[in-house]
């Protein structure tokens, strides 16, 4: 495993995982009330009784990746593979996060793809990763290089390479307001790391069709 892997590892992991103290379904519904006050409306009235409820409930749900392990999602590998062992990439896995500093949606796509050495997973637990680290507060640099450090750790393959690009709504919405931009990064260990030319065939076939 790369060295910068291993020191990405020892950083991101227990901050993805550590547990924390969660408060009561109820404390969550009234701090949602005061938010609704604080922006400028009455939590009592028809339309947004119900409201904190609904948020703490939708909640569960856009955060669920917290209680959710990348180890065990990656936890079944598949050895019997005639011997293959030329990239596996899947491209355009959609997704959609919330990012950690103000707490508004950023969405795209993501590209994984690594040189197999001792097996490979299922291709649906690629996309199931993405979405364990998805839906967390996130920011993109970190969850790029998460994805990366779990497949590192399980699979122990030549090498691995993730790109991510997505447009984030904290810079569409307010601030620059500047909609359409997107964000790039990109992380790759191993082979893609040390040789350009495996960067630039991943990145080739993720381009592979696009204008």
């Known amino acids: 495993m790369d060295d910068v892997v291993k020191s990405l590892s020892k950083r991101l992991t227990p901050a993805a995982d550590k547990p924390v103290d969660r408060p009561t379904r109820e ?6 009330r005061t938010l609704i006050r604080w922006a400028g409306d009455d939590p009592e009235r028809e339309g947004l009784h119900e409201t904190p409820k609904r948020v703490a409930k939708a909640f569960k749900e856009l955060y669920s990746g917290y209680k ?6 990656l936890n ?11 990239i596996v990439l899947v491209r355009d896995i ?15 796509m993501a590209h994984i793809g690594y040189y197999p ?6 291709l649906s637990k ?3 990763l993405v979405e364990v680290y998805a839906r967390r507060l996130q920011t993109q640099e970190t969850m790029t290089a998460q994805i990366a450090t779990a497949l590192e750790q399980a699979l122990e393959p030549r090498g691995v390479a993730v790109m991510i ?8 919405m307010r601030g620059v307001q500047k909609a359409g931009a997107v964000t790039l990064t990109s992380q790759f260990t191993g082979v893609f790391k040390n040789d350009p030319t495996e960067q630039a065939r991943f990145l080739t076939l993720v381009r592979h ?3």
């Open 94 to 108: 959609p997704f959609y996060s919330h990012c950690e500093h103000h707490m508004v949606p950023f969405h795209g």
């Open 126 to 128: 690629l996309a199931r």
């Open 117 to 122: 050495v001792k097996g490979v997973v299922g």
């Open 209 to 211: 069709g696009k204008v």
């Open 76 to 86: 079944k590998v598949f050895k019997e593979v005639e011997g293959y062992d030329d």
């Open 165 to 172: 690009e997505a447009e984030h709504m904290c810079m569409s």
């Open 68 to 73: 959710d392990d990348p180890h065990e999602v």
């Open 27 to 32: 404390e969550a519904e009234a701090a949602v």
